[in-house]
Nanobody, 128 residues
């Protein structure tokens, strides 16, 4: 059974940093596109960052560009989201997602509907 488990969330002050991890089990995620999304209370889930199956291409939402970095460690079956210079508007539940029908490509995916597997989410709260 495919499972994604996020960790690393918490409470941080404005300007602080957090690193989220997404550990995969039940399936190798090496070579498959992965993404991070977030959902704030009362808002729709939105794209944050994505990485291609090859790991050579990444994409970011304009709101996080220059502050967040997505990366992957295929040996550990884990994807990371390094978040720096956090702002109160970054407060949300963060979800990782996997797209398991395309492997070793150079494309990253922005749409949530592109992903077939999701984690349960981890809460990030940025205090002002």
């Amino acid at each position: 059974q495919v499972q994604l488990v996020e960790s690393g969330g918490g409470l941080v002050q404005t300007g602080g940093s957090l690193r989220l991890s997404c550990a995969a089990s039940g399936h190798t995620f090496s070579g498959y596109p992965m993404g991070w999304f977030r959902q704030a209370p009362g808002k729709e889930r939105e794209f944050v960052a994505a990485i291609s199956g090859s790991g050579g291409s990444t994409g970011y939402a304009d709101s996080v560009k220059g502050r967040f970095t997505i990366s992957r460690d295929n040996a550990k079956n884990t994807v990371y989201l390094q978040m720096n210079s956090l702002k109160p508007e970054d407060t949300a539940v963060y979800y990782c997602a996997a797209k398991l029908d395309v492997r070793y490509g150079s494309v990253w995916y922005r749409r949530a509907t592109s992903y077939g597997h999701w984690g349960q989410g981890t809460q990030v709260t940025v205090s002002s």
